[in-house]
């Protein structure tokens, strides 16, 4: 069973920068997908970036593209949300999430209220402030 355990996040003022990171273990095929969804106050969750390694696939909502990079260190099994020139409007709670098998990280991390997702983190929160 995916196991997921992400640390990070806080506050931050506009403009600022914040790493998160997600343990990931229990994967039982070698094709998954990983990556980051967020949730914020009366929305629904929003798929921001995903990510499949052995396919070299990434995907990224048009409102983070830019400016959030995620990353995998498959030696760790650990991946990374990088958050670069945030903004107020990307205060949420912030999930790491994974699905398998999967390919291409476009549809499970696009689907609206991140449907395609199988297993979830324990959720971070992500203030900026103006």
């Known amino acids: 069973r995916v196991q997921l355990v992400e640390s990070g996040g806080g506050s931050v003022q506009a403009g600022g920068s914040l790493r998160l990171s997600c343990a990931a273990s229990?994967?039982?095929?070698?094709?998954?997908?990983v990556g980051w969804v967020r949730q914020a106050p009366g929305k629904e969750r929003e798929g921001v970036a995903g990510r499949n390694n052995l396919a070299d696939s990434t995907f990224y909502a048009d409102s983070v593209k830019g400016r959030f990079t995620i990353s995998l260190d498959d030696a760790n099994n650990t991946f990374y949300l990088s958050m670069n020139n945030l903004k107020p409007d990307d205060t949420a709670i912030y999930y790491c999430?994974?699905?398998?098998?999967?390919?291409?990280?476009?549809?499970?991390?696009?689907?609206?209220?991140?449907?395609?997702?199988?297993?979830w983190g324990q959720g971070t929160q992500v203030t900026v402030s103006s």
């Open positions: 999430a994974a699905v398998e098998p999967c390919w291409s990280p476009n549809f499970p991390f696009s689907r609206p209220g991140g449907a395609g997702l199988g297993y």
């Open positions: 229990g994967f039982a095929y070698t094709t998954y997908c």
